[in-house]
């Protein structure tokens, strides 16, 4: 089995409605929730001894991106802190070539942390909408 430092990941977003794919790689500290899981229904019944699920066949998921923040045109700030009035597309490559998760996502949160000593960070919540394909 393959490992990959982590500094081979790229991470792509389209930084208009419906734009093309813009790397953002060098804003991108860290990327987590990739892959996403499907959802689970509760079928407990009464009389059931312990909770009892059943896979509901739907996928669902976030991306959690932690950011270095830049406010220059095509990084996170123009990017994450601009209203969303569709699904934005994705490109996440962890091992920076051929292994892929692609989809559609909503923007869910983007919060800025400045802290003394420290460079200043963001952080960005996406909601994937649909499925993720893995290629």
């Given at each position: 089995m393959a490992?990959?430092?982590?500094?081979?990941?790229?991470?792509?977003?389209?930084?208009?409605?419906?734009?093309?794919?813009?790397?953002?790689?060098?804003?991108?500290?860290?990327?987590?929730?990739?892959?996403?899981?499907?959802?689970?229904?509760?079928?407990?019944a009464l009389g059931d001894a312990?909770?009892?699920?059943?896979?509901?066949?739907v996928e669902e998921g976030t991306i959690d991106l932690e950011l270095l923040f830049d406010n220059?045109?095509?990084?996170?700030?123009?990017?994450?802190?601009?209203?969303?009035?569709?699904t934005r597309s994705f490109e996440f490559k962890p091992d920076g070539s051929s292994h892929e998760y692609t989809g559609e996502c909503w923007k869910e949160n983007y919060s800025i942390e400045s802290r003394v000593g420290d460079v200043v960070k963001?952080?960005?919540?996406?909601?994937?909408?649909g499925v993720v394909t893995r290629a």
């Open positions: 490992k990959f430092a982590a500094k081979v990941s790229t991470f792509k977003i389209d930084v208009t409605d419906g734009g093309s794919l813009t790397d953002i790689t060098a804003d991108v500290v860290r990327v987590g929730g990739l892959p996403t899981a499907e959802s689970l229904v509760d079928i407990t312990g909770r009892k699920s059943t896979p509901s066949d220059a045109a095509s990084h996170c700030d123009p990017i994450f802190g601009a209203n969303w009035a569709q963001a952080t960005a919540t996406l909601r994937v909408d």
